[in-house]
């Protein structure tokens, strides 16, 4: 830019905004693992046939666990966050061989752990296991269940895509109900596929094998 002599628009925030932004990201790294919790517990249920009541076992999923899941959601939010940073920088700069091997070290971490998402919050809702327990077995059912894994994403990418095709067909028509919608089912949906993927494989390793 410099070199052409173009100028370019940089956003600017003021103190007041800054200071809501990061109170929003403290609110949300706080209630994140409560959140996924009571989502998971739901989902759970829902695959094992037991009789679901939405408000109230979310709730108590989320009271039965709330130190622990705390915890487990401030560890898991930082883990998320530092893995988007480190994509986004290293996305933006390279050419040389270190530069490009961590970023993609990073792709490969982002990928782990995206799949070990999908057992960390199902086994603390399931069993009395120490959070560092909770991470190794994730790691390992990651691999364990890879199949069923690819499932669920394939599920998740069908789904994200009727979405993104019916936005795409009925924006233009005027009609804003797909872009609405999708907030009120899509993220339960995807939850729930995590768990269609994941809990059998728990259910084989750490339920039927004891």
Not at 77 to 92: E, M, P, T
Not at 192 to 209: H, Q, R, T
Request: overall charge positive; hydrophobic content about 55%; glycine content about 10%.
């Amino acid at each position: 830019l410099g070199v052409h002599g173009i100028q370019m628009n940089l956003p600017t925030f003021s103190p007041a905004v800054i200071w809501l932004m990061l109170g929003l990201g403290l609110l949300m790294a706080v209630i994140w693992g409560w959140i996924n919790i009571g989502a998971t517990y739901c989902t759970r249920n829902m695959l094992k046939g037991d009789p679901v009541f939405i408000t109230s076992d979310f709730f108590y999923a989320i009271k039965r666990n709330l130190w622990s899941g705390l915890l487990l959601g401030l560890i898991d939010f930082g883990i998320i966050a530092i893995l988007l940073i480190d994509f986004v920088y290293f996305s933006r700069i390279g050419g040389t061989f270190m530069l490009d091997s961590f970023y993609y070290i990073t792709c490969g971490l982002c990928i782990i752990y995206f799949f070990m998402r999908f057992y960390i919050y199902l086994m603390l809702v399931t069993f009395d296991i120490k959070i560092k327990k909770i991470f190794k077995n994730a790691l390992i059912f990651s691999v364990l269940g890879v199949g069923r894994n690819l499932i669920s994403l394939l599920g998740m990418i069908i789904l994200v895509g009727l979405n993104i095709l019916l936005i795409l067909i009925l924006w233009p028509l005027g009609i804003v109900v797909p872009i609405i919608f999708p907030l009120i089912y899509l993220l339960p949906s995807v939850n729930l596929l995590i768990s269609y993927g994941a809990y059998p494989v728990i259910e084989k390793y750490m339920i039927k094998d004891n």
